[in-house]
C-alpha cells in the first residue's frame, strides 16, 4: 500500500511518519506511536471518547485523517499533565469524584479544556457547561460531578486554564 | 479504502485538480460528513482534495452591504463572530446548535451547503437571508442564488470541479430581525427534526415590510414557506396573524417519516416553531428600538 511521509507535532514532539492516506489520527496515535489515552469506539464523531486537541480545539480523532494535521499541533491526555504535575482540570476531577471507569475521561478533559479556553475572560454557566460536553458521552457518572468539576476550575480560573 | 489526499497550495490550485479528477475527486474541508460516509462505504473517492490549509477560505468579511463568509469558515468561527450578533443572529444561533463541541470546532460552512442535507441548519438562517453561492471553476466563477444551488437531498448544482468559495449574505435593513429555532429529539448534539429560520422587517407603522421564512428537514431541500411570507407582507403582526403563518407554513411543507419523527409531527412543529421564530423577531426589533 502507497505511504506518504507526514511530520506530525504531538504533545510538542516532532513524529516523522510515513502514513497510509486513509489512517486517522486516532489510528496513528494509538496503533502507530503507541499513545493510548485517546479511546477508540463510534469512530463516527457520536460519543467523544478520542477527543483530542487540534491547534488547541477539541476535536474527533477518529474522522480526522493523519494527513489533515500536517503543520498543526496536537495535543493528546498524554500530554496535559504528568503523574507528579497534573493539570488544573485533571486534579478538580479528582477531588470531585468525577471519574469512575475512567474510559471517558482524557476526552472529557480535553472538551472541558478546549472549552474554558474560549469562554476565557468569563465564567460559563452550568447550562453552558452542560451543552459543552453534550458530544463527549460518560456512562458512569451521571455527568453531575463532571460539570461540578468543570465549574470549579471555571470559577478559579476565569474560564481559561 | 484507498484514496490519496492532496493538499493545494491556493484556491485555483484545487480547483485544478477538481478539475482534473471530476468525479473521482471530492474536496474535503472539515471531513465530518465526508470521512463517515467514506468509512460506511457509501462513498469511494479516488482522490481528496483537502481543502484545510486554505487560510484564504475561512475569512468572514464585512464588505459594507453585505459579508462575505469564506467557505472553510467552521461552525465555531461564525457562533463567536460579532458580525452575526444583531440583526443577523440567527446564523449564529444556528451554528451553535451544530452537533457538538468537537464538531463545530471542524465542520464548515461550505460543507453544510455543499452536503445539501434537508436538515443542515446553517442552510436555514441562509436561506431566510436569501444568501449567495459563489462557485469558482477552473474556466469560470459565478454568483448562483442558494435557493437555486440546493437541487435535492444530497444534490446541488454544482459542476463536480467546481469549489463553494463564499457564501454572501446581504445586511437585512433598519428595522429587521432574524431567528432560528430547532426541536430535535434532544436539546444538543442532535440532527434537527424540523428547524426554522425566519427574517422579518418592520416598517414604521409597525407593519410587516419584509418577511422570510425558511424551513429544514421537511422537504427534499430546505425550502421557503413562501404563502406564509406573503400573508404576513403589509399585516399588522397580531398573535393571529402569526399563528396563521404557521398553518401555512405547516401546510406548505412536504415531510415524510423516519427513524426521527413522524410527518405529522414535523409538521405540527413548523405549526409551532413558525408563529415563535417571527414573535422571537418581533421582540428582537422592538427590544433593539427601545
Ligand atoms: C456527530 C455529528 C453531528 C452533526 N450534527 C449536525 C447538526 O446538528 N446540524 C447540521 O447541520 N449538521 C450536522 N452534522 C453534519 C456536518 O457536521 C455539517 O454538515 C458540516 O457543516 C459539514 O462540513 P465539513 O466541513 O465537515 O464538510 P465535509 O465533510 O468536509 O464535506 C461535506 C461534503 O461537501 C463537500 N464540500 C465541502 N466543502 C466544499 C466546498 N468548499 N466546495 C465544494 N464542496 C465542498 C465535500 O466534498 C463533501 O461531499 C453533524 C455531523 C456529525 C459527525
Ligand atoms: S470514537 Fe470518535 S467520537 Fe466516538
Ligand atoms: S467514567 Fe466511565 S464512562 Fe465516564
Redesign the interface.
Known amino acids: ?2 505511504r ?1 511521509p507526514l511530520t506530525l507535532s504531538i504533545n510538542g514532539e516532532m513524529h516523522e511518519l510515513l502514513v497510509a ?2 489512517w ?1 489520527l486516532l489510528y496513528v496515535l494509538r496503533t502507530v506511536i503507541g499513545l493510548s489515552g485517546a479511546k477508540e469506539n463510534c ?4 460519543c ?1 471518547v478520542c ?1 483530542v486537541l ?1 491547534d488547541g ?4 480523532s477518529c ?3 493523519a ?2 494535521c ?2 498543526r499541533s496536537i495535543v493528546t491526555i498524554e500530554g496535559l499533565g504528568t503523574s507528579g504535575q497534573l493539570h488544573p482540570l485533571q486534579e478538580a476531577f479528582i477531588r470531585h469524584g468525577a471519574v469512575q471507569c475512567g474510559y471517558c475521561i482524557p476526552g472529557m478533559i480535553l ?1 472541558a479544556k ?2 474554558l479556553d ?1 469562554t476565557s475572560g468569563r465564567v460559563p454557566t452550568r447550562d453552558e457547561i ?7 458521552l460518560c456512562r458512569c457518572t451521571g455527568y453531575q460531578k463532571i460539570i461540578d468539576a468543570i465549574a470549579a476550575v471555571a470559577a478559579e480560573t476565569k474560564g481559561g486554564t | 479504502m484507498s484514496f490519496t489526499v492532496h493538499h493545494p497550495a491556493s484556491v485555483s490550485d484545487a480547483v485544478a485538480l477538481a478539475e482534473r479528477y471530476g468525479a473521482d475527486g471530492r474536496f474535503l474541508a472539515g471531513g465530518t460528513d465526508l470521512i463517515i460516509q467514506i468509512h460506511r462505504k457509501r462513498l469511494a473517492s479516488q482522490h481528496l482534495i483537502d481543502l484545510t490549509g486554505l487560510a484564504e477560505l475561512r475569512a468572514i468579511e464585512d464588505a459594507g452591504d453585505e459579508i462575505r463568509i469564506g467557505a472553510l469558515a467552521t461552525h465555531k468561527a461564525i457562533e463567536r463572530n460579532p458580525l452575526f450578533q444583531g440583526a443577523l443572529v440567527a446564523l449564529a444561533e444556528a451554528a451553535r446548535v451544530v452537533g457538538g463541541h468537537q464538531v463545530r470546532n471542524v465542520g464548515t460552512v461550505g460543507g453544510n451547503i455543499a452536503n445539501a442535507s434537508p436538515a443542515a441548519d446553517v442552510v436555514a438562517p441562509l436561506l431566510a437571508l436569501e444568501a449567495e453561492v459563489v462557485l469558482q471553476g477552473a474556466a469560470a466563477t459565478r454568483r448562483v442564488r442558494l435557493r437555486d444551488f440546493l437541487a435535492g437531498p444530497g444534490r446541488t448544482m454544482r459542476g463536480d470541479g467546481e469549489l463553494v468559495r463564499e457564501v454572501h449574505v446581504a445586511k437585512p435593513p433598519p428595522r429587521s430581525a432574524t431567528a432560528f429555532l430547532k426541536a430535535g429529539r434532544r436539546k444538543a448534539m442532535e440532527i434537527s427534526v424540523v428547524c426554522v429560520a425566519a427574517r422579518l422587517t418592520l416598517d414604521d407603522a409597525g407593519r410587516c415590510a419584509a418577511a422570510r421564512i425558511a424551513l429544514g428537514a421537511v422537504s427534499a431541500t430546505t425550502m421557503r414557506a413562501e404563502a406564509a411570507e406573503r400573508a404576513l407582507e403589509g399585516a399588522l403582526l397580531t398573535d393571529d396573524v402569526l399563528r396563521d403563518a404557521g398553518r401555512l407554513a405547516a401546510g406548505a411543507c412536504h415531510p415524510i417519516d423516519d427513524v426521527r419523527a413522524s410527518a405529522r409531527y414535523r409538521r405540527l412543529l413548523v405549526e409551532a416553531l413558525v408563529p415563535r421564530a417571527l414573535a422571537r423577531c418581533v421582540e428582537r426589533i422592538s427590544g433593539r428600538r427601545s
Not at chain 1, 480545539?57 to 474527533?60: D, H, I, S, T
Request: charge should be negative; avoid cysteine.
Open positions: 500500500m502507497t506518504v492516506p486513509h486517522t469512530l463516527e464523531a457520536e467523544g477527543t487540534l480545539k477539541a476535536v474527533n474522522i480526522l485523517l494527513e489533515q500536517r503543520g472538551t478546549s472549552f474560549e452542560r451543552e459543552a460536553i453534550s458530544g463527549t
